[in-house]
């Protein structure tokens, strides 16, 4: 049975710094608690207004559960600093979970590509959303290619790794 996160786990969660940007939850977290452990901390930085910059929950075996729960803090993130990398490959996603996700990235209109501020000026980068190593069908790759103006299919022949589906926002 899945466990939720109990009050120490919840304790190690409290961030040291008052605005974490980078959350990268531990394989056995996850796997012994599913889906509500990444829900439990989304909610938290959410009702705690702190800023998520990248997200990892790679081969964790989180399901569309858990994707329906990153759409939701994706529409409703700060847009003065949006997430700009989410890793959620190497778990058990279907065209449910990347439908919801890349749709809360549509919605949130001029957020994306991001301009961030370097040394000597604006960059535009894109969001990367990688999703490799799931359960997401040709057809749902396929059509996010050709119905989003701003999502682009990373190319496997320029990764390392075989086997890539990769999303650049």
Known sequence: SKQTINHKTHQQ????????????????????????????????????????????????????????????????????????????????????????????????????PLEMGRAGGWQVVPMWVRLDNNFISPEMVRKLAKDRDNARIMDPNRCKRQNVVGVKV
């Open 13 to 112: 969660l409290q961030p040291i710094h008052p605005t974490p940007t980078q959350i990268f939850i531990a394989r056995q977290l996850l796997i012994q608690a599913g889906d509500n452990a990444l829900i439990q901390v989304l909610d938290y930085l959410h009702r705690h207004k702190h800023t998520l910059r990248i997200l990892k929950a790679y081969n964790c075996e989180l399901t569309n559960k858990s994707c329906l729960k990153v759409a939701y803090f994706i529409r409703n993130q700060n847009a003065r600093n949006p997430i700009k990398e989410i890793h959620l490959s190497h778990n058990k996603i279907t065209d449910e979970g990347v439908k919801a996700i890349m749709d809360a990235v549509e919605a949130c209109g001029k957020l994306y």
